[in-house]
């Protein structure tokens, strides 16, 4: 197998990787995130049919024509005790709020267009919606990231050297930028599962660069006095073998998951699947390289 | 070998009892047909749906700033659920026309009366002074009804409810000193270990906020321990009042200059601990008045599901097969140890009484990812030995041997990460840092331990790669 030369053009990667960065932060900055309803609250329609075969999807059919996002609201159905049998409610929840004349005239056009239907419909009440998830990142702050990064920092430094931590939160901030970035661009959905996807993006980030350490770990014991580059590259051409494999599987995964799942696993599987594509690429081409220049044998 | 011998015992060991975890008897009912295996996996309100409640907070008239009293009605709702090991039941505020409201949503839980359990009293809790009390149930008797509104306080049951206490907020009925909803830091049962005593009594701690005007109340209201029973005493004797419920009324004998009390009555364990959750529960600031009861259904719909488990599976498929196409011998003990692996975590979601959601599933893709890493590192490692000259068995000893401490470094700093995540995160959150931790634990397990085996048992069949094929040059 021909030796690849991951090193050599580190220079051309990194701008690449920093071209990348500051198209995703400027996107974040300007053009803002499609959050969903969970973190930025909205209103909350509670609808009454009289009919014990209208469906969610009916209900979809209906708010579809309505002004504001009603295209991206969430429909679930709920029942409290005591219902009748024949009496269905559906809580409606989207991003937008409205003042109390459009309020009035959203309730007019929603009850008459479930009425054209032939089923009697009223909605029960017409709240303002507090983003729920909002409170549960709260205390994901600062404070949080930056305790993560210290202990991943000091747990590196350990086993490795600083310069490796340094390395790896770099190479961890570049994916979680990067993939962020691209969820604005794109105008996915940013919701709960979809930050699920983030942070198991961080999980796998992390490995996946470890990995490459320990192997430039490994042959700096064995090969002491080197040529750091030469050897860096030859590390990163024995483990590369190994990080495709596992990206191409993982990525069979998600990307599956992309291509068929239904709308609300759509971001999540978005975020999956670039992650996987960006976490592979920082491990090989951004992780080792950054940090080259101040690699010492110790 | 002896070591794998060992290595056999636990392994099977270990997934008999996740089996045994896995397929124990419950009453619950979520899957039908062959999925009736997964029984005791809960599934979250994403996929399942649950039981669906709403409260109005009644805000007193006046409040400073009605919104934070809303926020930390939301604060302590989602603290009881957290500590009841509800992470995945959402709580969220709603308001219309100046009211404001709070819908929970609870998972597994398809009976609203056992939903109303888990979310708690709904009652505000207080520290008050007891000024009389009576036997006789002071509604038939109008001259105790006088003396409450004499003594500016209300008659309040205890919990048998066959004595009535005379309780006033204001203590000693000097303005403004009385404790709403006090912020209880800390409450215990402990063992009473004064000489004479027996049983058991309660530690609490006032959180700073309140220590100082709790220091004043027990100023006002401390008798020495001599004059207990006495009748000027017996109108000084502290209450705790919640949901209109005198839930322990008793002498202070010292004064808490610092927010740590105890609370001594020769109690049952029982007691002791009943107690000390009514302290601990975190009171509400404000009263919640039950709107509406019910259930909510999956957010994700019955079909969204269906597909996505289908296509999660067909992906699941790809990679089993790529493995072999690529991998051959290693390829099938990888498949064997994603299956084992699969089959284990279910039995620690069973076992842990854990809440599966989408962002769970997302921590299990990864889990997956991670065993798959795990024997492709451990094999291209082998056949690195195995060109290097080294025999079958040799090369896996040592494929094995230096993988270990790889494996080691990337799964420690994985779990750094998962428990920062499990520390900071509340709901959602928490939850997926829990399958990722225990997923991470479990791959690594399944890597050095059930590989390890299969490696050794079907060493046979691995063939040496021919040294062009992947020859490094130094």
């Given at each position: 197998?021909k030796?690849?030369?991951?090193?050599?053009?580190?220079r051309i990667?990194?701008?690449?990787?920093?071209?990348?960065?500051?198209?995703?932060?400027i996107?974040?900055?300007?053009?803002?995130f499609?959050?969903?309803?969970?973190?930025?609250?909205?209103?909350?329609?509670?609808?009454r049919?009289?009919?014990d075969?209208?469906?969610e999807?009916d209900?979809?059919?209906?708010?579809?024509?309505?002004?504001g996002?009603?295209?991206?609201?969430?429909?679930?159905?709920?029942r409290?005790?005591?219902?009748?049998?024949?009496?269905?409610?559906?809580s409606?929840?989207?991003?937008?709020?409205?003042?109390?004349?459009?309020?009035?005239?959203?309730?007019?056009k929603?009850?008459?267009?479930?009425?054209?239907?032939?089923?009697?419909a009223?909605?029960?009440?017409?709240?303002?919606?507090?983003?729920?998830?909002?409170?549960e990142?709260?205390?994901?702050t600062?404070?949080?990231i930056?305790i993560?990064?210290?202990?991943?920092?000091?747990y590196?430094?350990?086993?490795?050297?600083?310069?490796?931590?340094?390395?790896a939160?770099?190479?961890?901030?570049?994916?979680?930028?990067?993939t962020l970035?691209?969820f604005?661009l794109?105008?996915?959905?940013?919701?709960?599962?979809?930050v699920?996807?983030?942070?198991?993006l961080?999980?796998?980030s992390l490995?996946?660069?470890?990995?490459?350490?320990?192997?430039?770990r490994e042959?700096m014991?064995?090969?002491?006095?080197?040529?750091?580059?030469?050897?860096?590259n030859?590390?990163?051409?024995?483990?590369?073998k190994?990080?495709?494999?596992?990206?191409i599987?993982?990525?069979?995964?998600?990307?599956?998951l992309?291509?068929?799942a239904?709308?609300?696993?759509?971001?999540f599987?978005?975020g999956?699947?670039?992650?996987?594509?960006?976490?592979t690429?920082?491990?090989?081409?951004?992780?080792?390289?950054?940090?080259?220049?101040?690699?010492?044998y110790? | 070998?002896?070591s794998?011998r060992?290595?056999l015992?636990v392994?099977?060991a270990?997934?008999?009892v996740a089996?045994?975890?896995?397929l124990?008897p419950?009453?619950?009912?979520?899957?039908?047909?062959?999925?009736?295996i997964?029984q005791?996996?809960?599934?979250?309100?994403?996929?399942?749906?649950g039981?669906?409640?709403?409260?109005?907070?009644?805000?007193?008239?006046g409040?400073?700033?009605?919104s934070?009293?809303?926020d930390?009605?939301?604060?302590?709702?989602?603290?009881?659920?957290?500590a009841?090991?509800?992470?995945?039941?959402?709580?969220r505020k709603t308001f219309?026309?100046?009211s404001?409201f709070?819908?929970?949503?609870?998972p597994?839980?398809?009976e609203?009366?056992?939903?109303?359990?888990?979310?708690?009293?709904?009652?505000?809790?207080y520290?008050?002074?007891?000024v009389d009390?009576s036997e006789?149930?002071?509604?038939t008797?109008?001259?105790?009804?006088?003396?409450a509104?004499?003594?500016?306080?209300?008659?309040l049951?205890?919990?048998?409810?066959n004595?009535?206490y005379?309780?006033r907020?204001e203590?000693?009925?000097?303005?403004?000193?009385q404790l709403v909803?006090?912020?209880i830091?800390?409450?215990?049962?402990?063992?009473d270990?004064?000489?004479?005593?027996?049983?058991?009594?309660?530690?609490?701690?006032v959180?700073?906020?309140?220590?100082?005007?709790?220091?004043?109340?027990t100023?006002?209201?401390?008798?020495?321990e001599?004059?207990?029973?006495?009748?000027?005493?017996?109108?000084?004797?502290l209450?705790?009042v919640?949901?209109?419920?005198?839930?322990f009324a008793?002498?202070?004998?010292?004064?808490?200059?610092?927010?740590?009390?105890?609370i001594?009555g020769?109690?049952?364990?029982?007691?002791?601990?009943?107690?000390?959750?009514?302290?601990?529960s975190?009171?509400?600031?404000?009263?919640?008045?039950?709107?509406?009861?019910?259930?909510?259904?999956?957010?994700?719909?019955?079909?969204?599901v269906?597909?996505?488990?289908?296509a999660?599976?067909?992906?699941?498929i790809?990679?089993l097969?790529?493995?072999?196409?690529?991998?051959?011998?290693?390829?099938?003990i990888t498949?064997?140890?994603?299956?084992?692996?699969?089959?284990?975590?279910f039995?620690?979601?069973?076992?842990?009484?854990?809440?599966?959601?989408?962002?769970g599933?997302?921590?299990?893709?990864l889990?997956?990812?991670t065993?798959?890493?795990?024997?492709?590192?451990i094999?291209?490692?082998i056949k690195e030995?195995?060109?290097?000259?080294?025999?079958?068995?040799?090369?896996i000893a040592a494929?094995?041997?230096?993988?270990?401490?790889t494996l080691f470094?990337?799964?420690?700093?994985?779990?750094?990460?998962?428990?920062?995540?499990y520390?900071?995160g509340?709901?959602?959150?928490?939850?997926?840092?829990?399958?990722?931790?225990?997923?991470v634990?479990?791959?690594?397990?399944?890597?050095?331990?059930?590989?390890?085996?299969?490696?050794?048992?079907?060493?046979?069949?691995i063939r040496?790669?021919?040294?062009?094929e992947?020859?490094?040059?130094?």
């Amino acid at each position: 197998m021909k030796m690849m030369e991951f090193v050599k053009h580190r220079r051309i990667f990194i701008a690449i990787s920093l071209a990348l960065a500051a198209v995703s932060l400027i996107s974040m900055l300007t053009k803002g995130f499609n959050f969903g309803v969970e973190f930025t609250g909205g209103s909350e329609i509670i609808l009454r049919v009289e009919s014990d075969h209208f469906t969610e999807s009916d209900v979809r059919q209906v708010v579809d024509l309505l002004p504001g996002d009603f295209a991206m609201a969430r429909i679930t159905q709920v029942r409290s005790v005591g219902d009748p049998a024949n009496i269905r409610k559906f809580s409606i929840t989207l991003t937008s709020t409205f003042e109390t004349d459009i309020k009035n005239e959203i309730k007019q056009k929603l009850e008459q267009a479930i009425s054209d239907m032939g089923v009697k419909a009223q909605v029960v009440s017409f709240n303002e919606a507090g983003g729920y998830a909002a409170e549960e990142v709260r205390r994901l702050t600062w404070r949080a990231i930056v305790i993560a990064i210290a202990a991943i920092l000091i747990y590196v430094t350990m086993r490795f050297s600083f310069v490796f931590g340094l390395g790896a939160i770099i190479a961890l901030a570049h994916d979680v930028l990067i993939t962020l970035g691209l969820f604005s661009l794109t105008g996915y959905e940013l919701n709960v599962p979809a930050v699920a996807a983030l942070l198991t993006l961080i999980g796998y980030s992390l490995n996946d660069t470890i990995v490459v350490y320990d192997r430039i770990r490994e042959n700096m014991k064995k090969f002491r006095g080197k040529d750091i580059k030469r050897l860096v590259n030859e590390s990163l051409n024995q483990v590369f073998k190994r990080t495709i494999n596992t990206s191409i599987t993982t990525f069979l995964v998600v990307f599956t998951l992309l291509l068929f799942a239904g709308n609300v696993i759509k971001p999540f599987a978005f975020g999956m699947s670039v992650g996987v594509i960006v976490g592979t690429y920082s491990s090989i081409y951004i992780a080792s390289p950054v940090v080259l220049r101040w690699v010492r044998y110790r | 070998m002896k070591s794998d011998r060992i290595r056999l015992i636990v392994v099977i060991a270990v997934i008999f009892v996740a089996f045994v975890v896995l397929l124990w008897p419950t009453s619950e009912q979520t899957y039908e047909g062959f999925a009736k295996i997964f029984q005791r996996i809960r599934l979250g309100l994403d996929i399942k749906g649950g039981a669906r409640l709403e409260y109005r907070v009644d805000v007193e008239e006046g409040a400073e700033n009605p919104s934070e009293v809303v926020d930390d009605v939301w604060t302590v709702l989602r603290n009881r659920l957290d500590a009841a090991g509800y992470t995945e039941a959402i709580v969220r505020k709603t308001f219309r026309e100046n009211s404001s409201f709070i819908v929970v949503e609870i998972p597994a839980a398809t009976e609203t009366t056992r939903a109303e359990k888990l979310i708690g009293s709904t009652g505000v809790m207080y520290f008050g002074q007891v000024v009389d009390e009576s036997e006789v149930d002071p509604s038939t008797d109008p001259r105790l009804r006088d003396l409450a509104k004499i003594k500016k306080a209300e008659w309040l049951p205890n919990r048998e409810g066959n004595v009535w206490y005379l309780v006033r907020r204001e203590i000693m009925l000097i303005k403004d000193l009385q404790l709403v909803s006090p912020s209880i830091v800390s409450a215990n049962p402990v063992p009473d270990t004064r000489p004479g005593r027996f049983g058991y009594k309660v530690t609490f701690e006032v959180g700073s906020r309140d220590a100082e005007i709790f220091k004043k109340i027990t100023q006002q209201l401390m008798v020495p321990e001599s004059a207990t029973g006495s009748v000027t005493a017996r109108e000084k004797r502290l209450a705790i009042v919640l949901d209109d419920v005198v839930q322990f009324a008793g002498y202070v004998v010292s004064v808490i200059p610092d927010g740590k009390a105890e609370i001594t009555g020769n109690f049952s364990l029982e007691e002791a601990k009943q107690l000390a959750a009514i302290l601990r529960s975190g009171a509400l600031p404000a009263r919640l008045e039950k709107i509406s009861a019910g259930w909510v259904a999956p957010l994700l719909g019955a079909d969204i599901v269906r597909t996505s488990l289908w296509a999660g599976i067909v992906g699941l498929i790809l990679v089993l097969i790529y493995m072999i196409v690529f991998y051959r011998t290693f390829g099938v003990i990888t498949d064997l140890a994603l299956l084992y692996n699969t089959f284990l975590l279910f039995g620690i979601l069973a076992l842990s009484r854990s809440i599966l959601t989408l962002p769970g599933i997302a921590g299990i893709l990864l889990t997956i990812g991670t065993t798959v890493d795990g024997n492709i590192i451990i094999a291209e490692r082998i056949k690195e030995e195995m060109r290097m000259g080294r025999s079958v068995k040799a090369a896996i000893a040592a494929g094995f041997d230096k993988s270990f401490r790889t494996l080691f470094d990337a799964n420690l700093t994985t779990i750094i990460a998962g428990l920062v995540l499990y520390y900071f995160g509340t709901g959602t959150i928490k939850s997926f840092a829990i399958t990722l931790i225990i997923g991470v634990l479990g791959s690594f397990f399944v890597n050095i331990v059930f590989s390890r085996l299969l490696s050794d048992a079907f060493s046979r069949f691995i063939r040496a790669p021919r040294s062009v094929e992947g020859g490094v040059n130094q």
